[in-house]
């Protein structure tokens, strides 16, 4: 079987090397002998990546289970530790900070020296002996880590980094300062000179004609507007709507005698003083019915003309299909109709606005701007919290976010309108001279000139966001604690790199270094949102989700026994909504938004949660203030999927848009009109925008999953399991499988004392509880049936969710009783002092040893596990 009729065979290669490399297996074993299990690190940024560290170094810890005729394994490679049983990594946003962290310390050669005998073997001792180290120190350039033990460095690096967005303080805060000030005047730029182009040729227009810009809507309503509204009830049909539209009818015959005896009696009529009111609006009248006609006879005729193969030609041409062409063609009017009439009303006011500042010398405007972009930018991260107060949630949170983004817009265009009028009338009292008239032409010509360059400067789209910053910024704190260039050089090098503050080109990795080199390290899939909001081809079910799941995995698949890859093709691997896809990047522009991204950028986009697009919870009003504050942390990313049946990617962007590539882009961005395969390139986001557990894709049958291990690590602090519910929803949609809660593991003898069913979740825990994990099972519906609920599970899903509980260390306590909002605060703090980032850990490391135990103890609530689950 090929890959392309198994998209997985390929990572049940990489699981089967890993096996053979840890000794999991025998060489000459032909199948496993057992299944696979996976491990998902959910969404929560820095507060999910802390306790999911405590959860790891707990599972490095713990011994793995073995059955009762099935020695344990005595290689040093694993050391029997339960971490060493998960074949598959699945992360989002930030369990992937610190699954990314993990994997990379699988590679050989990364942390310590390349060991020529055995790199794969080394790599993972050194890994699990990492996650074991304990306790924790700190980063000292005093220290030789190559002398130590190999987990003292990582820790402490880990540690250091709690504040990874302004690690080193004062000094790292000027620098975010000027680079989002930077690239919010460059947005704006880029968005303004379209905007200046615009306002500009409408003053011109003003100044040479000496008429009121309020002429343009009123002609856009006559002339389109209200003919399209006419000309819906010129096609009567005979019989039923399925018939061809015809002209001949009784409607459109005697709109023809209406419209030329309004000409007739309305150009008399305006030949005579007392009745010239009447005649110019029988001759506006006229005007609507005579375009009526014309746009009537012209939508016939294009339909009985249409001979798209794609759509049936009798479907096509009815008089049905016409009345749905009108209508849309009528809102299109309406919409050109109001933009003329903001653009009159902006010009007109900017005017009046221009003499008031000109007389009193007031900055108001660009003060009022400025606050209110720092306005927004507080206020938009409330977005991401699910518990918002009983008053907020009465709101309608998406008017009032379009109504402050209209605002918002609007005071934008007005300073460029403003600029127009200083320049026209030279900062001078406001006339029409011919002078300004000249000014006016020259700053035309200069801001189209500009906008044709800067349009085909589409890398602008990236660049101008957070995601570079913020991608690096990750990268140095997580992925440097993998980097054993930090630590174990000598002395001098120790001094420059052992500093936060200083970066390391290789800390990051490209994909080719991540997944094609030879490592025991899990399959590691990353997961990404692709927004779509604009797609009539699955209009449905995208006005909900607005995204599908992207999943990044390795693409090589090494021989058996060998430690090389078997091919050396691409070393990534793209599945959209599970359907696997080849890329085509022989074709488009000279660009950096065309370059691989990196292990760190892939982990930004997957982190990706403030931003414009938002996946299911993407709205006009969102994208547009949140653009316009330029709070942009995901990516535009030309996929360039290959379709079944097709040699070679296909330009889907359509002339002239390609030469106003930026600008397009930008307004598809701000206007949330985000159209997947549609355009040449897609908007990614955050995981978690689709699904933030990271469980959904290990439920996918051809991975053969057995048993998941969730953090389920979402801010959830009345533990409404809202991530959960999502997750249950798209397995039953999407995948047919029903999750279940498992009701035996509530009555269990030892079992019932950590796990808790969903209801008592979300009771306050006593003082002396130990409840903190969840046990579901996975039930596949059959075709048409029922799932089988009295069935055995093909899969179950251990869920841990951080929580207090009875025998937590006291600084764990007594940081818990200073912040009641300790274990979900929000996620909006991305900056863990070194008693957040302890606490956090802690609380997962206790939560895992008290699932898990610990390498010598004997642990009952353990073994009654494994006994359980089988």
Same mark, same amino acid.
Not at 159 to 184: C, I, K, Q
Not at 559 to 580: C, F, I
Not at 764 to 778: E, R, T
């Given at each position: 079987?090929?890959?392309?009729?198994?998209?997985?065979?390929?990572?049940?290669?990489?699981?089967?090397?890993?096996?053979?490399?840890?000794?999991?297996?025998?060489?000459?074993?032909?199948?496993?002998?057992?299944?696979?299990?996976?491990?998902?690190?959910?969404?929560?940024?820095?507060?999910?990546?802390?306790?999911?560290?405590?959860?790891?170094?707990?599972?490095?810890?713990?011994?793995?289970?073995?059955?009762?005729?099935?020695?344990?394994?005595?290689?040093?490679?694993?050391?029997?530790?339960?971490?060493?049983?998960?074949?598959?990594?699945?992360?989002?946003?930030?369990?992937?900070?610190?699954?990314?962290?993990?994997?990379?310390?699988?590679?050989?050669?990364?942390?310590?020296?390349?060991?020529?005998?055995?790199?794969?073997?080394?790599?993972?001792?050194?890994?699990?002996?990492?996650?074991?180290?304990?306790?924790?120190?700190?980063?000292?350039?005093?220290?030789?880590?190559?002398?130590?033990?190999?987990?003292?460095?990582?820790?402490?690096?880990?540690?250091?980094?709690?504040?990874?967005?302004?690690?080193?303080?004062?000094?790292?805060?000027?620098?975010?300062?000027?680079?989002?000030?930077?690239?919010?005047?460059?947005?704006?730029?880029?968005?303004?000179?379209?905007?200046?182009?615009?306002?500009?040729?409408?003053?011109?227009?003003?100044?040479?004609?000496?008429?009121?810009?309020?002429?343009?809507?009123?002609?856009?309503?006559?002339?389109?507007?209200?003919?399209?509204?006419?000309?819906?009830?010129?096609?009567?049909?005979?019989?039923?709507?399925?018939?061809?539209?015809?002209?001949?009818?009784?409607?459109?015959?005697?709109?023809?005698?209406?419209?030329?005896?309004?000409?007739?009696?309305?150009?008399?009529? %305006?030949?005579?003083?007392?009745?010239? $009111? +009447? =005649?110019?609006?029988?001759? /506006?009248? !006229?005007?609507? #019915?005579?375009? @009526? *006609?014309?746009?009537?006879?012209?939508?016939?005729?294009?339909?009985?003309?249409?001979?798209?193969?794609?759509?049936?030609?009798?479907?096509?041409?009815?008089?049905?299909? %016409?009345?749905?062409?009108?209508?849309? $063609? +009528? =809102?299109?009017?309406?919409? /050109?109709? !109001?933009?003329? #009439?903001?653009? @009159? *009303?902006?010009?007109?006011?900017?005017?009046?606005?221009?003499?008031?500042?000109?007389?009193?010398?007031?900055?108001?405007?660009?003060?009022?701007?400025?606050?209110?972009?720092?306005?927004?930018?507080?206020?938009?991260? +409330?977005?991401?919290?699910?518990?918002?107060?009983?008053?907020?949630?009465?709101?309608? *949170?998406?008017?009032?976010?379009?109504?402050?983004?209209?605002?918002?817009?609007?005071?934008?265009?007005?300073?460029?309108?403003?600029?127009?009028?200083?320049?026209?009338?030279?900062?001078?009292?406001?006339?029409?001279?011919?002078?300004?008239?000249?000014?006016?032409?020259?700053?035309?010509?200069?801001?189209? *000139?500009?906008?044709?360059?800067?349009?085909?400067?589409?890398?602008?789209?990236?660049?101008?966001?957070?995601?570079?910053?913020?991608?690096?910024?990750?990268?140095?704190?997580?992925?440097?604690?993998?980097?054993?260039?930090?630590?174990?050089?000598?002395?001098?090098?120790?001094?420059?790199?052992?500093?936060?503050?200083?970066?390391?080109?290789?800390?990051?990795?490209?994909?080719?270094?991540?997944?094609?080199?030879?490592?025991?390290?899990?399959?590691?899939?990353?997961?990404?949102?692709?927004?779509?909001?604009?797609?009539?081809?699955?209009?449905?079910?995208?006005?909900?989700?607005?995204?599908?799941?992207?999943?990044?995995?390795?693409?090589?698949?090494?021989?058996?026994?060998?430690?090389?890859?078997?091919?050396?093709?691409?070393?990534?691997?793209?599945?959209?909504?599970?359907?696997?896809?080849?890329?085509?990047?022989?074709?488009?522009?000279?660009?950096?938004?065309?370059?691989?991204?990196?292990?760190?950028?892939?982990?930004?986009?997957?982190?990706?949660?403030?931003?414009?697009?938002?996946?299911?919870?993407?709205?006009?009003?969102?994208?547009?203030?949140?653009?316009?504050?330029?709070?942009?942390?995901?990516?535009?990313?030309?996929?360039?999927?290959?379709?079944?049946?097709?040699?070679?990617?296909?330009?889907?962007?359509?002339?002239?848009?390609?030469?106003?590539?930026?600008?397009?882009?930008?307004?598809?961005?701000?206007?949330?009109?985000?159209?997947?395969?549609?355009?040449?390139?897609?908007?990614?986001?955050?995981?978690?925008?689709?699904?933030?557990?990271?469980?959904?894709?290990?439920?996918?049958?051809?991975?053969?999953?057995?048993?998941?291990?969730?953090?389920?690590?979402?801010?959830?602090?009345?533990?409404?399991?809202?991530?959960?519910?999502?997750?249950?929803?798209?397995?039953?949609?999407?995948?047919?499988?029903?999750?279940?809660?498992?009701?035996?593991?509530?009555?269990?003898?030892?079992?019932?004392?950590?796990?808790?069913?969903?209801?008592?979740?979300?009771?306050?825990?006593?003082?002396?509880?130990?409840?903190?994990?969840?046990?579901?099972?996975?039930?596949?519906?059959?075709?048409?049936?029922?799932?089988?609920?009295?069935?055995?599970?093909?899969?179950?899903?251990?869920?841990?969710?951080?929580?207090?509980?009875?025998?937590?260390?006291?600084?764990?306590?007594?940081?818990?009783?200073?912040?009641?909002?300790?274990?979900?605060?929000?996620?909006?703090?991305?900056?863990?002092?070194?008693?957040?980032?302890?606490?956090?850990?802690?609380?997962?490391?206790?939560?895992?040893?008290?699932?898990?135990?610990?390498?010598?103890?004997?642990?009952?609530?353990?073994?009654?596990?494994?006994?359980?689950?089988?």
């Amino acid at each position: 079987m090929t890959s392309d009729e198994n998209p997985y065979q390929i990572e049940q290669q990489r699981i089967r090397f890993r096996r053979l490399s840890l000794h999991l297996e025998a060489p000459g074993q032909t199948r496993s002998s057992r299944g696979h299990w996976g491990l998902a690190l959910s969404g929560g940024g820095i507060r999910s990546a802390t306790f999911c560290l405590g959860v790891l170094q707990a599972m490095a810890r713990a011994p793995a289970p073995t059955a009762p005729a099935e020695p344990p394994p005595t290689d040093a490679a694993t050391d029997n530790s339960l971490l060493s049983r998960f074949d598959y990594l699945s992360t989002v946003s930030g369990g992937g900070y610190i699954g990314s962290f993990f994997s990379s310390l699988f590679l050989p050669g990364r942390l310590r020296d390349l060991d020529p005998q055995d790199p794969v073997g080394q790599a993972a001792r050194d890994a699990y002996q990492a996650l074991r180290f304990e306790p924790p120190g700190r980063i000292s350039t005093g220290v030789d880590y190559a002398q130590q033990p190999v987990g003292q460095g990582p820790g402490a690096w880990l540690r250091e980094n709690g504040r990874y967005l302004t690690p080193t303080g004062s000094g790292d805060m000027l620098y975010a300062l000027a680079m989002t000030w930077r690239n919010w005047l460059s947005l704006h730029v880029m968005i303004g000179l379209p905007i200046l182009l615009m306002l500009s040729l409408l003053t011109l227009f003003q100044v040479l004609s000496h008429a009121s810009l309020l002429l343009w809507p009123l002609m856009a309503t006559l002339l389109f507007a209200l003919p399209c509204a006419v000309a819906y009830w010129l096609v009567i049909p005979r019989g039923d709507l399925d018939q061809p539209p015809s002209l001949g009818n009784a409607a459109f015959r005697i709109m023809l005698g209406i419209v030329a005896g309004l000409w007739v009696g309305g150009a008399l009529a %305006y030949g005579m003083a007392q009745w010239q $009111a +009447l =005649g110019s609006l029988s001759l /506006a009248a !006229a005007l609507v #019915g005579t375009n @009526a *006609l014309l746009i009537t006879r012209q939508l016939t005729r294009r339909l009985a003309d249409n001979r798209d193969p794609t759509k049936d030609s009798v479907c096509n041409n009815c008089v049905r299909n %016409y009345r749905v062409q009108i209508t849309r $063609a +009528l =809102g299109r009017a309406m919409v /050109a109709t !109001a933009a003329l #009439g903001f653009l @009159a *009303l902006l010009v007109s006011s900017a005017e009046a606005l221009y003499r008031y500042l000109l007389d009193y010398q007031a900055l108001g405007t660009p003060l009022l701007l400025a606050l209110l972009v720092w306005l927004i930018r507080r206020l938009v991260l +409330l977005k991401d919290e699910k518990p918002l107060p009983e008053w907020m949630r009465k709101l309608p *949170l998406d008017v009032l976010a379009l109504v402050a983004g209209g605002l918002l817009l609007t005071l934008l265009c007005l300073c460029w309108a403003l600029l127009v009028q200083w320049i026209a009338h030279d900062g001078g009292a406001v006339s029409n001279s011919p002078a300004a008239a000249w000014r006016l032409l020259a700053v035309s010509l200069l801001a189209a *000139l500009l906008v044709c360059i800067s349009g085909r400067f589409i890398g602008f789209l990236n660049t101008s966001s957070l995601q570079a910053f913020y991608s690096a910024r990750l990268s140095r704190a997580y992925l440097g604690a993998s980097n054993g260039r930090r630590f174990n050089g000598p002395p001098q090098q120790r001094r420059t790199y052992l500093s936060v503050a200083e970066p390391m080109s290789n800390d990051d990795l490209s994909l080719q270094q991540y997944y094609a080199t030879p490592s025991a390290g899990p399959v590691h899939l990353i997961n990404v949102t692709m927004n779509l909001t604009v797609d009539p081809a699955e209009q449905l079910v995208q006005r909900d989700r607005k995204g599908k799941p992207l999943c990044i995995a390795p693409n090589w698949a090494p021989a058996v026994g060998s430690a090389t890859p078997a091919n050396q093709g691409p070393a990534e691997r793209y599945s959209l909504d599970g359907k696997p896809y080849r890329r085509d990047l022989s074709q488009g522009p000279d660009s950096e938004i065309m370059g691989a991204l990196t292990l760190g950028q892939w982990i930004g986009v997957s982190g990706a949660a403030f931003s414009t697009g938002l996946g299911r919870a993407n709205s006009l009003g969102m994208s547009l203030i949140l653009g316009l504050a330029n709070v942009r942390l995901g990516i535009w990313w030309p996929s360039h999927f290959v379709d079944p049946g097709q040699s070679g990617w296909v330009p889907r962007d359509l002339k002239p848009w390609t030469y106003f590539s930026t600008q397009a882009y930008l307004f598809y961005e701000l206007s949330s009109r985000f159209h997947g395969h549609r355009r040449d390139y897609q908007y990614l986001s955050d995981g978690g925008h689709f699904e933030n557990t990271a469980t959904y894709e290990l439920l996918r049958e051809g991975r053969q999953v057995e048993l998941i291990v969730t953090c389920d690590c979402g801010c959830d602090p009345d533990y409404q399991f809202d991530d959960l519910a999502n997750l249950v929803r798209l397995a039953r949609i999407d995948q047919a499988l029903e999750i279940r809660e498992d009701p035996g593991v509530l009555e269990h003898p030892q079992l019932k004392a950590v796990f808790a069913s969903l209801e008592q979740f979300r009771q306050p825990a006593s003082a002396d509880s130990q409840k903190c994990a969840l046990l579901l099972n996975v039930y596949a519906h059959a075709p048409g049936t029922q799932a089988d609920l009295a069935a055995t599970p093909h899969c179950r899903i251990l869920v841990l969710k951080p929580r207090l509980i009875a025998g937590l260390t006291p600084d764990v306590v007594n940081y818990a009783r200073a912040n009641p909002g300790f274990p979900n605060q929000s996620t909006v703090d991305q900056f863990f002092d070194e008693a957040q980032f302890e606490s956090y850990r802690q609380l997962g490391l206790n939560i895992g040893q008290r699932l898990f135990g610990q390498a010598g103890q004997s642990n009952e609530i353990a073994e009654a596990l494994w006994r359980y689950l089988g």
